[in-house]
């Protein structure tokens, strides 16, 4: 069973930038697709980005294309989410996800998320 940790999440400034870490635990290489979420307080989670086992599909939810990158580490089993051009309207906490069905944008095909990380934007 992989098990997933998310880390890099803090309090920041409106225009500064967040690097989140998603590192897998468990198996050797982990070789599926791997997503980023988000939950804002009341809200339902939102896709932010996907990636798939080779890095040659890669996905951005509207709201985030041109500001945030993804990326992953496969020798060290990490996905990273970079996010550049931070505002008010990004803070949530934002979770890592397992999908076995490839890079995608539907919550339903993930199968095995992380505990979380807040990010918060002040304005």
């Known amino acids: 069973q992989v098990q997933l940790v998310e880390s890099g999440g803090g309090v920041v400034q409106a225009g500064a930038s967040l690097r989140l870490s998603c590192a897998a635990f468990?198996?050797?290489?982990?070789?599926?697709?791997r997503g980023w979420f988000r939950q804002a307080p009341g809200k339902d989670r939102e896709f932010v980005a996907a990636?798939?086992?080779?890095?040659?599909?890669?996905l951005y939810g509207d709201r985030v294309k041109g500001r945030f990158t993804i990326s992953r580490d496969t020798a060290n089993n990490t996905v990273y989410l970079q996010m550049n051009s931070l505002k008010p309207e990004d803070t949530a906490v934002y979770y890592c996800?397992?999908?076995?069905?490839?890079?995608?944008?539907?919550?339903?095909?993930?199968?095995?998320w992380g505990q979380g990380t807040q990010v918060t934007v002040s304005g």
């Open positions: 996800a397992i999908s076995k069905y490839g890079a995608t944008q539907d919550v339903k095909q993930y199968t095995t």
């Open positions: 468990g198996r050797t290489r982990d070789s599926n697709a």
């Open positions: 990636v798939s086992s080779t890095s040659i599909v890669i």
